[in-house]
């Protein structure tokens, strides 16, 4: 998985851009659809999925040599769960308009598979610092994929900005856009743009070294 | 802690033939050390959910309650103190100290020369995707429904949200008609929900276009709920004044 080469900067930057959860993986679509409605919403959403995969990479890479293969998922599984408990606590500590916004996604987080699938493919293989760098990437990428999403259907579907009202009176909401098909049509959209940006960088790469191949065979 | 001729035989069981892949020439894990693993992390995140649950229940148990106060005032215009009834049948309501399941529970609000304002009631009932959970106060005075406050609904957002938002459907609840017959025994009216822009009687409820179902739900619950509540309160109303 992660070779010597790469620094612990590295695994923290793959996360943010490179093999971004929602734009380049498309993992964990189910939050990432459902909670984008609003840019707070998205937001927190986002905030308690990254809290929940820095902890549990952390917990899974400090236990990796004390648990056994045969039983990993389920341990993985009951460490997610409790972390997924504890945000649930502490969201409706802090606001109870939040929880009621977020409703069951937040329990839904035990099963996002961009947490299981960190734990399993890094964290029980890297070390704390490591892993704890890759889930910071990956968290605050995932956070950053949510809000994208959630500004774009806020503006377009409600015409505010974190409930701060954008337009003029006479702007006619997009309705749709805060529904389900919303969060299809603004997914599809970043999407677009992120497969459009690599394929761009990917044909740049090839004419350069198209030409200096030519240079080379002058 | 486990016999050891249990172990030999977990350990030749399902589990490491299902994982025989995983093994992949490994020496099979001893019962014992999954047992550890599992149990030790088990244990270890009981106690950590428990003591989160300890710490954070006061905070939510307040946040609780404070949004339910400001519903009660929000719905009764004019309170700024409230109490805890509950219905005690056939005797009438009495003030509620601690809070038992199942009973059936009427917020009293006063203003601040402690004169009865009305009584904020809460409601549920089936709107279009979930239950809604709504409170509304009823004023002795008006012999009317002087406000409402949806508390929870899973409505669509957008559309059928707008039961929370829209200004033209709250002014059906700044005073809605839920008199009774002279024999005092049940509604003159039952409340009932009319098309958008049909409303000629204040027992009616003017709905809203795009979100049919969930205003109409409104106008249900309410009617459902007053039917029970405001022949009771209002034969019993002296039990509430006096109090504050």
């Not at chain 1, 009951?78 to 502490?90: E, N, Q, R």
């Not at chain 2, 399902?14 to 025989?20: M, Y």
């Not at chain 2, 006063?110 to 709107?127: C, K, N, P, Q, R």
């Amino acid at each position: 998985m992660a070779t010597s080469t790469k620094t612990t900067t590295d695994e923290f930057i793959k996360g943010l851009w490179k093999e971004n959860p929602v734009f380049v993986q498309v993992l964990g679509m189910c939050p990432v659809l459902a909670v984008s409605n609003t840019a707070i919403n998205a937001l927190a959403m986002g905030l308690a999925t990254a809290f929940v995969l820095i902890m549990s990479n952390i917990v899974v890479s400090l236990l990796r040599s004390f648990i056994p293969k045969e039983v990993r998922i389920a341990t993985y599984i009951l460490v997610i769960a409790t972390f997924v408990t504890v945000v649930d606590y502490v969201i409706q500590a802090i606001s109870l308009d939040l929880y009621k916004a977020l409703g069951a996604f937040i329990s839904l987080i035990v099963v996002n598979c961009l947490i299981l699938g960190r734990a399993e493919a890094f964290a029980s293989k890297n070390t704390v610092v490591r892993s704890t760098m890759d889930g910071l990437g990956m968290g605050i990428g995932f956070a950053f994929a949510l809000l994208c999403l959630g500004a774009v259907r806020e503006i377009l579907g409600s015409g505010s900005l974190f409930g701060v009202e954008l337009f003029h009176d006479s702007f006619q909401d997009w309705v749709v856009m805060v529904l389900p098909s919303g969060g299809f049509f603004t997914l599809a959209g970043w999407l677009l743009l992120f497969n459009w940006m690599k394929q761009r960088k990917a044909k740049k790469e090839q004419s350069a070294a198209l030409t200096l191949a030519g240079e080379a065979a002058q | 802690m486990v016999p050891a001729d249990r172990v030999r035989d977990e350990e030749q069981g399902g589990i490491d033939v299902s994982n025989a892949e995983l093994s992949a020439g490994a020496p099979p894990t001893s019962t014992w050390h999954m047992y550890r693993a599992m149990v030790g992390i088990g244990v270890c995140c009981g106690l950590l959910i428990v003591s989160v649950y300890q710490v954070t229940l006061p905070v939510i148990e307040r946040n609780k309650a404070e949004a339910l106060q400001a519903a009660i005032f929000d719905v009764l215009p004019g309170a700024v103190t409230s109490t805890t009834y509950r219905l005690q049948e056939p005797d009438g309501f009495q003030v509620s100290e601690g809070k038992d399941a199942g009973e059936q529970l009427v917020y009293a609000g006063y203003d601040d020369e402690h004169a009865l304002v009305g009584i904020a009631v809460e409601a549920h009932g089936m709107g279009y995707q979930d239950v809604i959970r709504l409170i509304y106060g009823y004023s002795f005075e008006n012999d009317a429904i002087v406000g409402i406050r949806v508390l929870e609904s899973k409505e669509t957002p957008g559309l059928g949200d707008r039961i929370e938002t829209d200004p033209d459907f709250l002014e059906n609840f700044k005073r809605l008609d839920v008199s009774l017959t002279d024999d005092q025994t049940t509604l003159a009216n039952a409340i009932v929900p009319v098309k958008h822009g049909e409303k000629t009687h204040p027992w009616q409820v003017d709905g809203i276009t795009g979100a049919t179902i969930s205003s109409k739900a409104i106008a249900n619950i309410l009617d459902q709920s007053a039917e029970f509540w405001v022949p009771r309160m209002h034969a019993k109303r002296a039990d509430f004044e006096g109090q504050e």
